[in-house]
């Protein structure tokens, strides 16, 4: 692999920018793992206990859950050995205390060792209205959650996932125009703080997610350097 890689990756941007898709990119392409704190908290949402249903409660309605929570599953996720040799942070951090947990976590005592340290962080700069027609649109595989749009990305066999063979489709219970828009709003107010903590640290490169998937991957190659 050549000095320059990024491996290290956290993708930022507002819902429906295209982190899911580019990260699932960049993962089959770099053969690292990708993971999304919004896919960790579904799966969680899933359960059947007490927190399963608050988390359930707080996502479909488009809100951020508890910081502690998110943290505890970030670090759980992100230091399994399969992500020592680069990963790629998919929705977290999502609010400056996360931003400084998850540097604190990577410098604490237990996890320096590894060297993990962020070596870049991607923000995909969409327009709101871009974002409600690829929220609106999206629906994926309700087995190997690879994601489709109803305009922008059809499998290519019509009702059969290209990547599994499935034929069953999912969509999210917060995809709703109300619920996008009030992601939105809290995109604004609670994440965008975030991105002037990675810009000081001279992690963040900004990329116009506007153009279509394999547009936006390319640019994104050329910053990652493979
Ligand atoms: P999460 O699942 O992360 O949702 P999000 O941030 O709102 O982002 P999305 O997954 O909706 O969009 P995306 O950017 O991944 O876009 P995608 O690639 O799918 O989080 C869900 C919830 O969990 C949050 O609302 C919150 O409640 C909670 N949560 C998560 N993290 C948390 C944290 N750290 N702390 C607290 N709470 C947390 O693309 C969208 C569609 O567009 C797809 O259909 C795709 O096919 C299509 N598309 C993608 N790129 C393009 C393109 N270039 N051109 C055309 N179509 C495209
Ligand atoms: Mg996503």
């Known amino acids: ?63 951020m859950v508890p910081d502690q929570l998110a943290i505890r599953l970030m670090e759980k996720e992100l230091f399994k050995p399969e992500n020592q040799n680069g990963y790629i942070l998919d929705g977290f951090p999502r609010e400056l205390s996360q931003a400084k947990a998850l540097d604190k976590a990577l410098n604490s005592r237990k996890y320096a060792k590894y060297n993990m340290g962020i070596d870049l962080v991607l923000l995909l700069q969409v327009p709101d209205d871009y974002v409600i027609d690829r929220i609106i649109g999206r629906y994926a595989c309700a087995k190997c959650h690879t994601l489709y749009h109803e305009k922008f990305k059809q499998p290519h066999v019509f009702g059969i996932c290209d990547v599994c ?30 991105i002037p903590y990675y810009e000081m640290k001279g992690l963040l490169v900004c990329v116009d997610g506007t153009g279509p998937i394999d547009v936006v991957s390319e640019k994104i190659r050329k910053i990652v350097g493979y």
């Open 1 to 63: 692999m050549p000095e320059t890689l990024k491996r290290n990756i956290v993708m930022m941007g507002a819902p429906g920018s295209g982190k899911g898709t580019q990260s699932a990119v960049l993962s089959e392409k770099l053969g690292i793992n990708a993971f999304s704190m919004g896919d960790i908290l579904r799966g969680v949402a899933r359960g059947t206990d007490e927190e399963a249903r608050q988390v359930k409660a707080l996502i479909d309605k488009g809100n």
């Open 165 to 194: 063979g499935g034929k069953e489709f999912t969509r999210r219970a917060d995809d709703t125009f109300e619920t996008v828009v009030s992601r939105l709003r809290l995109f604004r107010r609670v994440t965008a703080p975030v």
